[in-house]
């Protein structure tokens, strides 16, 4: 039994009860126009002033509850949904994975955002800064432009994206220089994951790309594999317990094709896997105490002794009933003796008796019986059987009249039974005593010789386990249909349905074929039919199960493990490190997961998509398709400085694959640097105030009167937003 | 296209990314197979069930999925065997 060491299991964290928070004041910023900046993530929106340094951060999350003990209708958002449990079915999210659909549930998170920043006002009187996905549809766009020009009356509105302002607020230029970093952004966001080329501080949006796998397509991934590999798991495993644990335990691999080669070894993969602990509960078993047990022996040998009181009442009863009969009938043959002819026939048939032997074989049963049961009583079961005399076998027929033939048959009849048993019996007792002999033999060639012995029994333990193992084989053939058993199946099938079976002179004679004349004919239906055989199957068993059950006894090297049942369930040293087995009654074992492969296979299909169904490239290859648009020297100040962001970019292991994947594809002398965002999470709000913070925010916004005139799709064209239905500035 | 002599107009328009164009292609590499039980490298496929398999000992496991099993591992890699 695979016995882990305490350090490697690791129980699942527990849920904290979400934390209420406060509204700021308003008054720092009441009436001022500070800029507001939302970063309308798809996991997380994150809002704050620009002058603060850090956002404000929800899960972006909705949900409509009606409470039951009140009947008041609830909105919650973000981890709020976790404090009551009927509201997770109900929430919503504004992203329908990458893109943003859902309005309803993008104005109450937007709402949620004003209050907790303290807005009281009938209008929102901040420029908003918003993010929104790279080339990002023009109807989710129109929507939000609409939503918050016409609900919350902003002054103006401007658009980013959020990659480009992580990289902004790590590649920050001191003023007066002008923004004009080169760099290549790698941005991992929750559904997707982009990729965007900086030149001269400007984003290319032309010459980005988008590979449609992020975070959340990896978790649902993991979640998959965890339920493939245990099928039978006693509780659910949940997305978010399945992002936490993919957070946790999953990393990038340098080279996986070589980490896979590592892992092929069962100790190394042992050694390589994670342990996790779901919450279980012991079941209660009611361990009876001694005297319960007692007390119950006693309860039921009572209930016996009952029984058998009883039935000894009954028997009795019955006795002292036919004994009552008999002194009846008793009395009525005396009548016989002293009535004459008449009026005994007509007492008899009152008794219900058609003549006098009736009544005289009646009373010699009744005699009979009573006699029995009183023996019964006194000896108990052992009985004394007389052999029975039959004298009138003897005698020819010619001398018997014609009741004393009768009487002859039944006596013949009766001697022929009793021959029979005798017979049985004497049968019975020679198996009997030649079973004893057998084993009495097979004791002294143990006591004398256990080696040989066991040798033989061993040899035949063997013998029978390849007669099993063939007719498993056999059937095995039967299924395919070009093996040649079932050729020959079909060739017996054919032969017996042909016409030259019969010969011809015999099909002018009569017709019928001679089937079954002979009883080894139908010995071929067991061949033809592949479901026979199943009698021999169970024989082949029992015999196996009595050699082993011998052996196990007497041998002392032969165990648990060489019997035909342990040795037909053993799963190769791969298989059981891969997915540890555990014991029947084991709850805690069975209520473990097991992450082994799992834990670089996962972060693997970022790289390769195809891995996991995903028709798309994967990052390595995109990255060298967005750069082959490129010329050498462009080329060349892109990678320098490729910039690695977003939530998912925190998982190990990312920046030396990232570097292991490129350097082989770039010329040997071109310098390539990876750089991970300071606080991946929060870079892209914090590039963001940054930028509300200048001058170029006021000239990049679309003010109200703008988008009067334009619609909700237009925007203007800067270098951190995008291009599709842009306007130059 | 040109036309009387004029240069050929900027195909400013033809680059404007939209959500769908930029989209990344499907992949051109060769894809390397991988168990679809274990996730090691997978040499050999079932031709029963279409499974990819990692060595012997894990050939007898596939031997004793059922099939629906079977198909859910399929579909853990995309490949939906549904005959309609």
């Keep these: 039994m695979y016995e882990p060491s305490e350090l490697d299991i690791t129980r699942l964290p527990v849920v904290p009860f979400p934390t209420v928070y406060q509204p700021d004041s308003y008054d720092d910023h009441r009436g001022k126009g500070t800029p507001l900046v939302i970063d309308n993530g798809s996991t997380n929106l994150r809002f704050g002033f620009a002058t603060s340094s850090t956002p404000r951060s929800g899960l972006n999350a909705i949900a409509r509850y009606k409470e039951r003990k009140q009947n008041r209708p609830l909105l919650l958002f973000g981890e709020g949904i976790d404090s009551e449990s009927g509201a997770k079915s109900q929430t919503r999210t504004p992203w329908e994975g990458d893109v943003l659909l859902n309005f309803d549930a993008l104005e109450n998170a937007l709402d949620y955002a004003f209050i907790q920043l303290g807005i009281d006002t009938s209008s929102v009187e901040h420029p908003v800064l918003m993010t929104e996905r790279l080339a990002s549809p023009l109807h989710s766009r129109a929507l939000t432009s609409e939503l918050m020009f016409e609900q919350y009356s902003v002054p103006s509105l401007a658009y980013c994206v959020d990659s480009v302002m992580s990289f902004y607020h790590n590649n920050l230029p001191t003023p007066p220089t002008p923004f004009t970093s080169d760099g290549l952004v790698v941005s991992f966001n929750s559904a997707s994951t982009s990729i965007v080329p900086i030149l001269n501080g400007k984003g290319l949006m032309s010459h980005s790309k988008r590979i449609p796998w992020g975070a959340v397509q990896s978790t649902e991934y993991l979640l998959k594999l965890v339920q493939l590999k245990y099928p039978t798991f006693p509780t659910r495993v949940t997305s978010s317990q399945t992002s936490w644990i993919m957070q946790e335990f999953c990393e990038f691999a340098i080279d996986y094709p070589a980490k896979l080669r590592e892992l092929k070894d069962p100790l190394k993969m042992r050694a390589a896997g994670r342990i996790i602990q779901f919450p279980f509960t012991l079941p209660i078993v009611e361990e009876k105490t001694e005297e319960e047990l007692n007390r119950v022996s006693e309860r039921r040998k009572e209930q016996g002794r009952k029984l058998q009181e009883l039935a000894a009442k009954s028997r009795q009863e019955k006795l002292v009933q036919r004994e009552s009969e008999l002194q009846n009938l008793l009395s009525l043959r005396e009548k016989r003796d002293t009535e004459n002819k008449k009026d005994w026939q007509s007492t008899l048939a009152a008794e219900g008796f058609d003549n006098d032997a009736a009544l005289d074989g009646t009373i010699k049963k009744l005699e009979a019986s009573l006699k029995k049961a009183r023996k019964k009583d006194v000896d108990g079961d052992e009985m004394e059987e007389e052999a029975p005399s039959f004298p009138l076998i003897d005698v020819p027929d010619a001398d018997l009249d014609e009741e004393q033939l009768k009487e002859k048959k039944k006596q013949k009849l009766m001697k022929a039974g009793y021959d029979a048993r005798e017979r049985a019996r004497k049968e019975k007792d020679r198996e009997r005593e030649e079973r004893e002999a057998g084993e009495k033999r097979e004791e002294d060639e143990r006591d004398n010789d256990l080696e040989g012995w066991a040798i033989k029994m061993r040899r035949e333990h063997e013998a029978i386990m390849n007669k099993i193992k063939e007719r498993n084989r056999r059937k095995a053939a039967l299924t395919d249909r070009k093996s040649a058993a079932s050729q020959a199946r079909m060739k017996n099938i054919a032969h017996l349905a042909a016409d030259e079976r019969v010969p011809k002179k015999r099909r002018k004679a009569n017709g019928d074929d001679m089937f079954g004349a002979d009883d080894a004919d139908w010995a071929i239906y067991r061949k033809i039919n592949p479901a026979a055989g199943s009698s021999d199957e169970e024989e082949d068993l029992s015999n196996l199960q009595l050699v082993e059950e011998k052996l196990l006894a007497y041998d002392p090297s032969f165990t648990v493990d060489h019997t035909h049942a342990s040795l037909a369930s053993q799963k190769s040293a791969l298989v059981s490190a891969f997915k540890p087995p555990y014991e029947e009654g084991d709850v805690e074992g069975k209520t473990r997961i097991h992450l082994n492969v799992e834990r670089w296979r996962v972060c693997e299909a970022w790289l390769s998509p195809s891995m996991a169904g995903v028709d798309s490239a994967g990052l390595g290859e995109v990255i060298q398709n967005v750069l082959a648009r490129f010329s050498d020297a462009e080329k060349g100040r892109l990678v320098k400085n490729i910039f690695v962001t977003g939530g998912p970019s925190q998982l190990p292991g990312l920046v030396d694959r990232l570097h292991a994947t490129l350097r082989p594809i770039l010329p040997p002398e071109m310098p390539l640097h990876i750089f991970k965002a300071k606080e991946p999470s929060v870079d892209a709000w914090k590039g963001m105030a940054d930028f509300a913070k200048t001058d170029e925010f006021r000239t990049v916004s679309v003010t109200k009167a703008e988008y009067e005139e334009w619609g909700g799709e237009r925007i203007k064209r800067w270098w951190g937003g995008n291009w599709n239905s842009s306007v130059p500035l | ?84």
């Design chain 2, 1 to 84: 296209m040109a036309i009387d002599g004029e240069a050929a107009p900027s195909s400013q328009e033809e680059d404007m990314p939209t959500y769908c164009s930029i989209e990344a292609p499907p992949s051109v590499l060769p894809q390397k197979h991988y168990c679809d039980i274990t996730g090691l490298e997978a040499p050999y496929t079932d031709p029963a069930t279409g499974l990819r398999y990692h060595d012997k000992s894990v050939y007898d496991l596939i031997k004793g999925l059922s099939t629906t099993v079977a198909k859910d591992y399929l579909s853990a890699r995309g490949v939906n065997p549904i005959v309609k």
